[in-house]
Each structure stands twice: as C-alpha cells, then as structure tokens.
C-alpha cells in the first residue's frame, strides 16, 4: 500500500488485516489496511468488481470480514450497536425509497438521528427543488435521490457513506450536488463517496482511495497529489518516458506527468489518475 501520510487526527475508520471474500470471488480483500481521519470527503473509485460497496457494507456491518480488524467510531460495525446507527448514514446504490410524502419521511426517520437539523434538511429540498409536501412514489428517480441525499446530509452523522450518490440525477442537479457536499462535511464528520464515474469527483473530495485486486493501491490527499502532479495537454504524442501516463484526446493527449515549477499546469483529472495507478502501478507506487 502507498504510504498514507503522518496522521493528523485520531483515525475514525481503522481496518488492519482485513481478508473478506464471496465464494465466486475468493480473493476479494485481502489483509487490507486503511485508516482515515474526520474533516475529509473521500473518493473511493475501483474497477468493477473491485469491492468498493463491499466495503461500505462492512464498514456500516452489513458484512462481516472473514478475519481482520474493523473499527469505526470506536464502535464494532457487525454488532450494529444503536449508538453507532444513530450516528451513520448509508445511502446504497439501490436504496429503498419509502412510498410516502417527503414530509412523512421526516417524521419516521429523524427521530432515529439525534443530530439532525430539520432546518438545513428543508434549506436543501429548496435548494434541490424540492417541496416537503410532495409524494416522494410521484417524483422521478433523480428527484427521489435529490430527497435521501438532502435527508442524509441533514443528518449530521459523523459517517455518511454515499455509494454512486450522482446515478439518476441530471446536470444542473450533479451540479447542486457537488455545491452542497463541498461545504457540508464538519471538522468531526468523514464522507465517502464511492463512484465508478472518476471525474465527477472534481470539486467535492480532499482525498482519493483507489481498489485494486484485494488491496489498496493508493490513498492519498487531493492536495499531496496536486504537489507532485501536473496534469498537461499535448499536441504530439509523448515520446516513451516523457511523461507518466498519457492519453489520446481530440486534438492531442493529456499527459501526466511530474510537477515542475515553471509549468502551469490543468486541475488533476481523477480518471486519468486512476488509469494511471492501474496500467502503471510501479511508477506511482515509487512517488507515494
């Protein structure tokens, strides 16, 4: 695994030796280590197949780990403990939308939430377009996932885990997304939003983590990774060693490469760093 860093804060999620696996994937995670701090909004991209709602099923205690250590707010996820559920909020792929009015919903669900704040959850229906009268069976699949994400960051749980959070919403609504997740994770909170669609990361995660074959090839912040990167537009095709990792575009390539001082360079495209860390995985291992 990719060095992580000196830890500022007192871990929130600790795993240490993790093996999980399903009987058609044995290998799936395999002793897995990962630690990560409150104050941060996590991206957690991987190849298909890769684990990424595995692991936000044993990180809320939905499964449990075949051997290995999983520590999560102090708490064991697999006992499900009411302390620990009151302060989590899971919002799967394929998450249940209750046949009720948006209003209903709050009064069956908040009160399991100690810390919820009413008044931002009806400032984000507004800012999402959303009525608290309305029917949420009456809205479409977009307009229903703007209500459970409005309700899951009202929550003010210290955990929110958000699997491909962004499916079924249009444009402007990934758009209003992205302005409220950037500003709503507290100094004591950590999101992860696990996405197979790396590039709508921009603007909304401190820190990547990326998945591949049982472990984790990389975590690290937004901002380390920005130090040493540059992302560059290239009209010819790179010559072998010139850059990091490449790839053709209209017009030219976008190249990744080293940061030099003299270069300006383009915002890191999350995608492109991505197929990086797989197809060239000793070379960005050697710069993390």
Same mark, same amino acid.
Request: proline share 5%; net charge negative; aromatic share 10%.
């Given at each position: 695994?990719?060095?992580?860093?000196?830890? /500022?804060?007192?871990?929130?999620?600790?795993?240490?030796?993790?093996?999980?696996?399903?009987?058609?994937?044995?290998?799936?995670?395999?002793?897995?280590?990962? *630690?990560?701090?409150?104050?941060?909004?996590?991206?957690?991209?991987?190849?298909?197949?890769?684990? /990424?709602?595995?692991?936000?099923?044993?990180?809320?205690?939905?499964?449990?780990?075949?051997?290995?250590?999983?520590?999560?707010?102090?708490?064991?996820?697999?006992?499900? *403990? *009411?302390?620990?559920?009151?302060?989590?909020?899971?919002?799967?792929?394929?998450?249940?939308?209750?046949?009720?009015?948006?209003?209903?919903?709050?009064? %069956?669900?908040?009160?399991?939430?100690?810390?919820?704040?009413?008044?931002?959850?009806?400032?984000?229906?507004?800012?999402?377009?959303?009525?608290?009268? +309305?029917?949420?069976?009456?809205?479409?699949?977009?307009?229903?996932?703007?209500? %459970?994400?409005?309700?899951?960051?009202?929550?003010?749980?210290?955990?929110?885990?958000?699997?491909?959070?962004?499916?079924?919403?249009?444009?402007?609504?990934?758009?209003?997304?992205?302005?409220?997740?950037?500003?709503?994770?507290?100094?004591?909170?950590?999101?992860?939003?696990?996405?197979? +669609?790396?590039?709508?990361?921009?603007?909304?995660?401190?820190?990547?983590?990326?998945?591949?074959?049982?472990?984790?090839?990389?975590?690290?912040?937004?901002?380390?990774?920005?130090?040493?990167?540059?992302? +560059?537009?290239?009209?010819?095709?790179?010559?072998?060693?010139?850059?990091?990792?490449?790839? *053709?575009?209209?017009?030219?390539?976008?190249?990744?490469?080293?940061?030099?001082?003299?270069?300006?360079?383009?915002?890191?495209?999350?995608?492109?760093?991505?197929?990086?860390?797989?197809?060239?995985?000793?070379? %960005?291992?050697?710069?993390?």
């Amino acid at each position: 695994m990719y060095n992580t860093g000196t830890l /500022k804060h007192k871990p929130v999620i600790e795993l240490k030796n993790l093996n999980f696996f399903y009987r058609r994937q044995p290998d799936l995670f395999d002793s897995l280590d990962l *630690q990560l701090t409150p104050g941060l909004n996590y991206g957690l991209l991987g190849c298909n197949g890769a684990g /990424k709602t595995s692991l936000l099923h044993l990180l809320s205690g939905l499964l449990f780990p075949k051997s290995g250590q999983i520590a999560v707010m102090g708490f064991e996820p697999r006992r499900r *403990q *009411q302390p620990f559920l009151a302060d989590l909020f899971f919002l799967s792929e394929d998450h249940h939308i209750p046949k009720v009015r948006i209003g209903r919903l709050l009064r %069956m669900y908040a009160p399991f939430y100690p810390k919820f704040d009413r008044d931002y959850f009806e400032e984000l229906l507004h800012h999402f377009g959303l009525e608290i009268d +309305q029917h949420l069976s009456k809205l479409s699949f977009g307009e229903q996932k703007k209500a %459970m994400i409005a309700f899951g960051l009202a929550t003010r749980c210290r955990l929110l885990l958000l699997d491909e959070p962004t499916n079924g919403l249009d444009i402007p609504s990934k758009k209003q997304f992205r302005e409220q997740l950037a500003g709503a994770t507290g100094p004591d909170q950590i999101c992860i939003l696990s996405t197979h +669609q790396a590039r709508e990361l921009e603007g909304m995660i401190d820190s990547v983590i990326i998945i591949d074959q049982g472990k984790i090839v990389l975590e690290e912040t937004k901002e380390a990774i920005e130090e040493k990167l540059a992302l +560059q537009f290239c009209f010819q095709e790179p010559i072998v060693g010139e850059v990091l990792y490449y790839e *053709q575009v209209p017009g030219g390539y976008h190249c990744l490469q080293l940061k030099s001082e003299d270069a300006a360079s383009k915002k890191i495209d999350f995608e492109l760093l991505f197929n990086a860390v797989i197809e060239r995985p000793e070379e %960005m291992r050697a710069l993390f």
